[in-house]
């Protein structure tokens, strides 16, 4: 079927930036060109050059193996964020539009609980409880951003619950948790692809922002946000400090949208 | 939230309890050039009051300064407040009997003259004729009386510092006369005196945390939380009065946006910059050099392991390398220290940099020694607000990797630090300055007997308990250079048994905007507001 159809430009481009991106943290991973925490006085704030692509930080530390590092970090960080809440509101959203009733009246309302904070906000409580750190920051998130996969998941499966093949299955004697996975959520996929990818993004600017802060990924490790927010100091004399990371947010945040446009437009 | 809100009672609570200074440094060296050139560029006194006196009758209304400040103040009542940076900007709302002046020696204030018995048991105090508190009110012999039995606990409740335990009684024979008798001769009482904590409030007071009534040179109009405090030049203040009308103080708490703040127009002064902050400011800044007098060190816990084995604690030491420390944090500026003293202390510093010079292998054999031939990781905790810390953090954790040992940063809010670090005592290791409330040596060093109160990093050694017992008794004598000389002794054994990673007196910058001047500094950790005028 796929096959057919062609691709939209959306998609297209989408897939080729996030390729590029996921090239590079794969990179990120194997290896970077200098050690990131490694530091060199004689290049300190040093431009761009053919030894150092996007020059060095304050520290002497090469921006470039930051980058690549940091995009690793903020990829890993939202990646586990998205799936905590995906996963997870997913069978909030699954159960509660499936059976309706008084489960479905307590988890939704402490679902518009959680909703009505702000992601960041709520995530600042938790850390200012538990701590700061990495970890902290994904099981935070992740909490966050339960509430608006439970919502969609729930409004997919309350459509379907009365169409004919639901029925008939139950008829059938399928079991209930057989109809909700295996024959309602793959029908609802379309959908919760594009918010998948609408809240990966959300999750790479939550876990910048995070950083910005200084409550997410700790020095010296990087993180794009992290890094954004340490070259703040150095905006005009050390520009590319701060426009690399930052091109690498817009870039990941670019691409998943982009895809997550191509893949609704199908 | 209601978890969040007892942790907020907790952290308040935390701050009623803790009396002595601890003092967060934030800045470093500085790139204008030249060797200190502040002080020479500031003007007399004479004529700063010429300049500033025509200046206040025209123009008054734009008579104001917009200073950042890197946290809000945890108290407004001198006797409960308790970060430096709350306490050197309550140096200008509030007053002892007596004060520092920016050379480091006391002059009086609100008392205006004093005097000393023979034993040195007995001090009496002349108030200062004629003078009063913000509120219009004269200040009365019963108002001293009243501040400094709080002080010392006499009207009920703790002493709000422990050298105050030191007073007997607080009598008034006339309107003009305080004595104060105390227990044991000290010599450091009228020092004692100057300190934020012993400033003179109104008897009458009701609640200065809302409504904080002095006699210094500003006083307080309003305050955001968080956010600003608004202060006004006191007219009748009894000595030269400020130069410039108003002053809002703005909380910057993100370090990384004070140069954006500078430059966009929204403050005015920052008093302390990194030097990579200093060379973003550009023309429209001047930028002054002095230092912070502070003791920025990484503070071990003592009690905990692998810290509570001195031979670990001295293979951090030598793994650390100071100078390159200062070199990429403030560009080489700054004065190295070895232990917990600075320069400006005078007779009482002494100079033990050489007691650890950088020397991996000796580093790793005292670590195989004490048992920890693969090192070990631990976890440095860093207030976020402080720039110079959290690089200075990121240097030494690069540097301990040579040695095999793993320093993991965590960045944490003052607010938290004040309560887990320093009052808690939950931690490992922390990158702090700390400083003193009083150019005396004890105001350094108490804090390191064992029993002391504000002994955050649990430092226990009998050999400097002894030593600083005979400081004392060698003080109480009146014997000053026997005093010195345990005080020096006290300093060698906290740098041979390295109680700390002594790194720096941190070299302060200030940033002023062109167009303001007359910026002094202080041997101690005091900003005066009083002092600045208006050049154009």
Not at chain 1, 103 to 120: G, H, Q, T, Y
Not at chain 1, 211 to 217: A, D, E, T
Not at chain 2, 179 to 200: G, M, N, P, Q, R
Request: aromatic fraction near 10%; charge should be negative; include cysteine.
């Amino acid at each position: 079927m796929k096959k057919k159809k062609a691709y939209s430009t959306n998609f297209i481009i989408g897939a080729v930036i996030t390729g590029i991106v996921l090239v590079m943290i794969i990179i990120g991973f194997i290896h970077t060109p200098y050690d990131i925490t490694k530091m060199n006085s004689a290049v300190k704030l040093a431009p761009p050059s053919l030894k150092h692509l996007m020059g060095c930080d304050n520290f002497g530390r090469d921006i470039f193996s930051r980058v690549l590092k940091g995009m690793g970090n903020t990829f890993v960080i939202a990646f586990a964020t998205v799936t905590i809440g995906a996963v997870c509101g997913v069978v909030i959203g699954a159960f509660t539009g499936f059976f309706g009733g008084w489960l479905d009246e307590v988890l939704m309302r402490i679902n518009d609980v959680l909703f009505a904070f702000p992601s960041i906000l709520l995530a600042l409580v938790f850390v200012s409880i538990f701590g700061t750190g990495k970890y902290n920051v994904v099981a935070a998130l992740g909490i966050a951003f339960i509430p608006s996969f439970a919502r969609i998941v729930r409004g997919e499966f309350i459509k379907y619950r009365e169409m004919d093949y639901v029925k008939s299955a139950r008829l059938a004697g399928v079991s209930q948790i057989r109809i909700i996975f295996v024959h309602i959520l793959p029908n609802t996929m379309t959908v919760l692809l594009s918010s998948i990818m609408i809240g990966f993004n959300n999750a790479v600017l939550a876990e910048a922002g995070m950083s910005y802060l200084g409550i997410g990924v700790q020095p010296p490790d990087a993180s794009l946000g992290s890094m954004l927010s340490e070259s703040q100091t150095y905006l005009f004399s050390a520009p590319w400090y701060a426009i690399f990371p930052g091109a690498m947010i817009i870039l990941m945040v670019l691409g998943f949208s982009l895809l997550a446009d191509g893949i609704k437009e199908k | 939230m209601t978890k969040r809100g007892q942790k907020l009672v907790k952290v308040l609570f935390a701050s009623m309890l803790l009396t002595l200074t601890v003092a967060l440094g934030g800045c470093s060296g500085d790139k204008a050039g030249g060797d200190s050139t502040q002080i020479a560029d500031t003007p007399s006194t004479e004529n700063s009051e010429a300049n500033a006196g025509t200046a206040n009758e025209t123009e008054d209304a734009k008579s104001h300064i917009t200073i950042g400040i890197p946290q809000d103040l945890d108290s407004l009542v001198p006797s409960l407040s308790q970060g430096a940076g709350t306490q050197e900007i309550l140096f200008n709302i509030y007053e002892g009997l007596v004060k520092p002046d920016s050379e480091g020696n006391l002059i009086p204030a609100v008392a205006s003259d004093y005097s000393m018995s023979e034993d040195g048991l007995v001090y009496t105090f002349t108030l200062r004729e004629g003078i009063k508190f913000h509120n219009g009110n004269p200040v009365s012999v019963a108002d001293v009386k009243y501040s400094i039995e709080t002080c010392a606990g006499l009207n009920g409740g703790e002493p709000v510092i422990s050298a105050f335990s030191n007073v007997a009684s607080v009598e008034t024979p006339d309107e003009r006369t305080v004595v104060i008798t105390l227990k044991e001769a000290s010599s450091s009482f009228v020092a004692i005196l100057s300190t934020a904590e012993a400033a003179i409030v109104p008897a009458d007071a009701e609640d200065l945390q809302n409504h904080p009534v002095g006699t210094g040179p500003y006083k307080f109009v309003s305050r955001s939380l968080q956010e600003n405090v608004e202060l006004e030049r006191f007219d009748e203040y009894w000595g030269e009065p400020a130069h410039i009308k108003n002053i809002t103080l703005k909380v910057i708490a993100d370090s990384d946006s004070i140069v954006m703040n500078l430059k966009g127009g929204a403050i005015d002064m920052f008093a302390r910059i990194s030097t990579a902050q200093a060379a973003e400011l550009g023309e429209d800044f001047e930028v002054l050099e002095g230092t912070m007098n502070l003791v920025q060190a990484m503070y071990l816990n003592n009690a905990v392991a692998p810290f509570d084995n001195e031979k670990v604690r001295q293979a951090l030491c030598y793994a650390v390398n100071k100078q390159e420390i200062l070199d990429f944090v403030s560009e080489g500026k700054g004065t190295p220290v070895g232990s917990s003293m600075f320069p400006a202390f005078g007779k009482y510093y002494v100079d033990l940099n050489d007691t650890y010079t950088t020397d991996i292998e000796k580093a790793k054999a005292l670590l195989t020694e004490a048992g920890y031939p693969d090192g070990f990781s631990f976890t440095v905790k860093v207030p976020s607000n402080y720039q110079q810390h959290i690089d200075t953090a990121q240097v030494i954790a690069e540097q301990l990797k040579q040695i095999g040992v793993t320093a993991n940063i965590e960045l944490i809010e003052w607010e938290t630090w004040l309560n887990d670090v320093y009052q808690g005592r939950d931690f490992e290791a922390t990158l702090v300055g700390v400083d003193a409330s009083t150019v005396t040596a004890g105001a350094m060093l108490s804090r390191f007997r064992s029993d002391a109160h504000n002994n955050f990093t649990n430092y226990n050694n009998a050999e400097y308990d002894a030593a600083y017992e005979e400081a004392l008794a060698a003080e109480t004598a009146s014997d000053d250079d026997k005093a010195t000389e345990c005080y020096k002794k006290c300093e060698t054994i906290l740098a041979q048994t390295a109680a700390n990673v002594y790194i720096q007196d941190i070299c302060e910058l200030v940033a002023i905007r062109k167009g303001f001047a007359g910026y002094e500094f202080y041997p101690l950790y005091i900003q005066d507001f009083s002092k600045l005028y208006i050049t154009e």
